[in-house]
């Protein structure tokens, strides 16, 4: 089964070696894409004496086709000190009434007086 897709690629300054461009669907087999994107929250694990809050808003995806987000953001200062968050959301998880969320897991960057790390996980918005 062939989907016959277009969109655009643009290159992207972020920090990983092995991927240095961003793919956007525009139309999925003949459709229009349009896109979205989902708030996060949550709270890091308990390490090194602390935890740390963290918020945010994924980049956008296609809406109506298999997709993940990619996420981006700085946990709250405690201790002195604070984390960055990245990575790439699961693939949508659809809620019986429609609408969809994603879970995304991670740890945060190394970073402190006495450098540590924490774990984090949750789901995305509807």
């Known amino acids: ?17 092995l991927h240095s461009h961003h793919l956007y669907i525009t139309t999925w087999d003949g459709r229009p894409v349009s896109t979205h ?18 918020a945010g808003t994924t980049e956008p995806a296609p809406s109506g086709v298999p997709h993940t987000h990619t996420y981006y953001t700085f946990t709250s200062i405690s201790g002195g000190h604070r984390h960055q968050i990245r990575g790439v959301t699961g693939p949508a998880i659809p809620y019986e009434g429609g609408g969809h969320y994603h879970e995304f897991s991670g740890v945060t960057t190394v970073d402190g007086a006495s450098p ?9 918005s509807l």
């Open 37 to 54: 994107a989902h708030g996060f929250q949550g709270v890091t694990s308990y390490d090194d004496g602390h935890s740390h809050r963290y």
């Open 1 to 17: 089964m062939e989907i016959h897709v277009t969109g655009f690629m643009y290159h992207s300054d972020d920090s990983n070696p």
């Open 116 to 124: 540590h790390r924490h774990r984090y996980s949750g789901t995305t």
